[in-house]
């Protein structure tokens, strides 16, 4: 079952690898294999959706949104959209992109550096608003409860998010135009960037989390259809039309989906040039990652389990207030990309042996988790 679930994955992530280790060496190696855990830890939510929006779909659906979805998810978003943020940002066409990172590594490097404030700028904000939306809401489980519960009660205050990022970005710009003062205007260009590529990243951030709520709202509004149509027909005493209403519904289910993939790559996307600006490794990592992304959205679907454990959605949310950091820092400081990796690694890993912490916990005072959460956060709270 494992096996037949993960196979591609496993193949894929043996290729990938190889690939990295035979071309680049050791260094790439590393790197390509801390980006595919971070992809799987910060898309691990991802997943969770997925399987629970993918068992409502019939059969023909789940094939679509698992190659097509998948085309889309690992070309689109992985290979094809980082090409796209260096082309912008350094203001070249996407062919002369990928032709100056094929035979000129050293120009494109200096493309990606060049471009790097407003990377991190657009990135930075993208990801911070993702963090504070999530350690603002109102949520059962609660990871590392003294610092969470009084942070949701703040999240009922209208666009608190919105105001911190802005003001997060505000502090950041004015910093670096001080230090363009300071140095005789080395900075000057960068101040202007950031700033205006930071309300750019919280534009995004802001459209495509309209665009899901969109299509939820339409997914909800074709499964009441749905209903009342079946209700009406039972009345009547006929046989409702189920492959057309479970089409309708389907076809919005892989939109609402996709639109998901899609802000959920962009964090990974974004957080990977928090470790590494090399295109090729980038798109390996996050290929692999999404490959294991899809394999365990298929799994949850057939099995049902990973979503006992409770805390991996804190564990990735705060990998990614990190890398929101981390990325808002690197335009003026460089942080090693190894590390950079790494912190995603613990927090996510920590989450997973909490969750299992809390579950035997559970277990031994037979299915009765009430005090085995809050011992479990405040062993939490005191480790971290």
Known sequence: MLLKTFGWSFGVTAAGLAAAAFFWGWEAFALVAILSVLEISLSFDNAVVNAGVLKKMNAFWQKIFLTIGILIAVFGMRLVFPVVIVAISAQVGPVEAVRVALENPDRYEQLVTDAHPAIAAFGGMFLLM?????????REHKWIGWLERPLSRLG???GLSVCIALIVLLVTATTLATAAHQHGGAHADKSATVLLSGVAGLVTYLIVGGLSSHFENKLEEEE???????EEAKKAGKQP??????????????LYLEVLDASFSFDGVIGAFA???????????????????????????????????VYLEHGAHYAIGALAVILLITIKYQINEVIT????????????????RRNRTIEANGGDGSGGEESEQSEVTARV
């Open 130 to 138: 993702i963090f504070l939306d999530f350690i603002f809401d109102e």
């Open 156 to 158: 009922k205050v209208d």
């Open 224 to 230: 009441e259809r749905e209903h009342e149509a079946e």
């Open 275 to 309: 470790i590494t600006n090399h295109i090729f490794w980038m798109a390996l990592g996050l290929g692999i990652g999404a490959m294991y992304v899809r394999s365990l959205t298929v799994y949850l679907v057939r099995q049902g389990t990973l979503d006992d454990y």
């Open 341 to 356: 990796g790494l912190i995603g690694v613990v927090l996510i890993a920590t989450s997973f042996w909490s969750s299992l």
């Open 241 to 254: 039309s189920a492959v057309g209403l479970a089409g309708k519904a389907a076809f919005f289910m892989f």
